[in-house]
């Protein structure tokens, strides 16, 4: 069973910076994309960035040019780096991954900002 574990998650002020890790326990060449969804209190769980196996990424608007997700296959890692933090970017934050058709979750990280 493959898993996913968040860290990094935090209180910060508006305007700070955060990076969150994922690691997986095997190889994330074997996800054929991996990604973080964040959840607001009362609201769904969205996409914030995705990277894809061939090293494409996508990401929120919301985010764009904030967010940056990378990887690093030697340390099964998946990373997302959050600057200029606004409070609407308080979550819980989770990684996730597509494994063989499968859609693996993580447990969470919090996010805090505050203003």
């Known amino acids: 069973q493959v898993q996913l574990v968040e860290s990094g998650g935090g209180l910060v002020q508006s305007g700070g910076s955060l990076r969150l890790s994922c690691e997986a326990s095997?190889?994330?060449?074997?996800?054929?994309?991996m990604g973080w969804y964040r959840q607001a209190p009362g609201k769904q769980r969205d996409l914030v960035a995705r990277i894809f196996r061939g090293g494409g990424t996508n990401y929120a608007v919301s985010v764009k040019g904030r967010f940056t997700i990378s990887r690093d296959e030697a340390r099964k890692m998946v990373y997302l780096q959050l600057n200029s933090l606004k409070p609407e970017d308080t979550a819980i934050y989770y990684c996730?991954?597509?494994?063989?058709?499968?859609?693996?979750w993580g447990q969470g990280t919090q996010v805090t900002v505050s203003s």
């Open positions: 996730n991954g597509d494994y063989w058709g499968q859609t693996v």
């Open positions: 095997g190889s994330i060449f074997s996800f054929a994309s």
